[in-house]
């Protein structure tokens, strides 16, 4: 699809650059920039610098101030930096106006986290879901990054009078949209039918944010091989097998990584993966315990399960990467607040639990509290699988 996406051999040097609006802190806004860090690196790039502003509201022209902008320019300039990536979706007009000025490839959020997920798609429907989102998010950006796109509608007589070639290509670019609209809706149509002829099983889907370590939970529960690394999405394909706790058998799949600011275009092209999120009859909701802002994960996640409608559903709290978690204990003269950072595991397991009796705190790289997991979980299928198949024999 062009050249726009570039996987060179070597690491691309990177500047990230972030906006910390009204009512944000600097503290959250640096983890923000962390994560859009490791966003970077998933995607192979070095992150060189980082720069911020404060602003109330982003520059309609160049995002950021002219000034600030100026900044950026000089470390690009003497750096030889090859990307400037911003943690926001940039209009086709900013995105314009700066790769102007700073005259190096520019990529916001959206296209990073794009470009992260055309690497990473491995079977042909992920990769047309990815396509499709690219071409969408493409579109009204086309006239910065045109290139002579392949002419798929053949050449001679199918230029209008006096259309130019953007305009051709934007043809050739809604032509391509709509053709894989048509085949993502068959393969929708195939899976939905999959998806029905699964049998009598009760279906439990792993949601969480990207990273928390589903894929690994995964392979623990269904003592598969199933693809889990230390990278953000490094799932894209829906996974799914067949699990047997004691007598009893279900369906367990692994999804797709929620984030902030989760590309809209995404999420619209991974309708049928995110189906399988919606017609769970239970989700176990996995969460980085030993992330410093694995409160506001939740909520991301919890927010985009009502954006799906599944969050209605039955859902287990599963606290993972306990051995990874670690605190600052307070000196007993220190009179100051209790932070969230001084809070120990036990401090944060009575805090949950008081909120939320059903929490599980387990470290899935460790094994650790695995039984109680299975022993939870086969609770709630068996009790769902009961009502629904009250003949079936599987339980007697």
Known sequence: MGDYWDHRPYPETAVLVGVIRQGTSEALAKEYLDELAFLAETAGAETRAVFTQKLEVPHPKTFI?????????????????????????????QLRNVERELKCRILDRT??????????????????????????YLLPRLTRMWTHLERQRGGIGLRGPGETEIETDRRIIRDKISRLKEQLGRIDKQMAVQRKNRGKMVRVALVGYTNAGKSTMMNLLSKSKVFAEDKLFATLDTTVRKVVIENLPFLLSDTVGFIRK???????????????????????????????????????VEETLRELGGSDTPTMLVFNKTDAF????????????????????????KQWRAARKDALFISAKKKSNIDQLKDQLYQKVKAIHVKRYPYNDLLY
């Open 111 to 136: 296209n990073l986290i794009l470009d992260i997920f055309a690497g990473r798609a491995q079977t042909a429907h992920a990769k047309t879901q990815v396509e499709l989102a690219q071409y969408q």
């Open 262 to 300: 989760l590309p809209t275009h995404l999420v619209e092209s991974f309708k049928s993966t995110l189906d399988e999120v919606r017609e769970a009859d239970v989700l176990l909701h996995v969460v980085d315990i030993s992330h410093p802002n694995f409160e506001e994960q939740i909520e991301v």
């Open 65 to 93: 101030g002219a000034g600030k902008l100026a900044d950026v320019k000089a470390f690009v300039q003497e750096e030889e930096i090859d990307i400037v990536i911003f943690d926001d979706e940039l209009t086709p007009s």
């Open 326 to 349: 670690s605190y600052v204990p307070k000196d007993e003269d220190d009179l100051s607040p209790v932070g969230r950072e001084n809070l120990s595991l036990d401090a944060l397991k």
